[in-house]
């Protein structure tokens, strides 16, 4: 069956540093991807998003990448500061007629000062 | 433009209740979906509303229904409450089309006793 898993459950860094977050799913019928944040006692927070026409895409201090032949996607965060400390899901719509979104596990970013 | 909003916040009921649940969306939205967060499942999809048709719904028993109305509030019940239905239950909303973003309201912590 469909599914979206993370490669990682937790990633620490330093304040100023690059992250990278990776996905991996495996419906190839997926042609939608978007990341989210959560932070604590809050709903996801929208980050960025990628449709399947794409390899990449670029936000603020953010950059989607998917690699539709291995089914892995990720997301680039620069400069890591310590408000990015939160855990990030993300998340996929399969084709056709298919409305709901598909969550992995998330990943837990620790942003040390 | 004001964002999603869930009430109550937070639910305290015991085995065997039912409960509602409400959302209403951000104007102009009027695809609403239905997710459950827990610490062991992560987020899985409920249910999507447009134009108060049930468009998708996951796999989850009959205990758990929706509606919406004509303004695009959504209301979701719970039937007969197990331990297990103890949950963060989120709405999000989007305007209408497969890629139009989902922006999700802060939540309902629904605790079963």
């Known amino acids: 069956g469909e599914s979206v898993g993370l490669h990682l459950p937790t990633l620490s860094v330093q304040e100023g540093d690059n992250s990278i977050i990776n996905c991996a799913y495996s419906?190839?019928?997926?042609?939608?991807f978007i990341w989210y944040k959560q932070e604590s006692g809050k709903g996801p927070q929208f980050i960025i998003d990628i449709r399947s026409n794409m390899d990449k895409r670029q936000g603020q201090r953010v950059t989607v990448l998917l690699n539709k032949t291995v089914k892995h996607l990720s997301l680039q965060i620069a400069a890591t500061q310590p408000g990015d400390s939160a855990v990030y899901f993300c998340?996929?719509?399969?084709?056709?007629?298919?409305?709901?979104?598909?969550f992995g596990k998330g990943t837990l970013l620790t942003v040390n000062p | 433009k004001a964002g999603v909003t869930q009430t109550p916040r937070y639910l305290i009921k015991t085995r065997g209740q039912q409960v509602t649940l409400s959302c209403s969306p951000i104007?102009?939205?009027?695809?609403v979906s239905w997710y459950q967060q827990t610490p062991g499942q992560g987020l899985q999809f409920l249910f999507e509303?447009?134009?108060?048709?049930?468009?998708n719904k996951g796999n989850f028993p009959g205990r758990f229904s929706g509606r919406q109305f004509s303004n695009s509030r959504s209301e979701m019940n719970v039937s007969t409450l197990e331990l297990g239905d103890s949950a963060l239950y989120l709405c999000?909303?989007?305007?209408?089309?497969?890629?139009?973003?989902?922006?999700f309201g802060p939540g309902t912590r629904l605790t079963v006793l």
């Open positions: 419906n190839s019928a997926s042609d939608y």
């Open positions: 998340a996929e719509k399969g084709g056709g007629s298919n409305y709901k979104l598909t």
């Open positions: 999000a909303s989007s305007r209408s089309t497969r890629t139009d973003t989902q922006y």
């Open positions: 104007s102009g939205h009027r695809s």
């Open positions: 509303y447009f134009s108060e048709t049930q468009r």
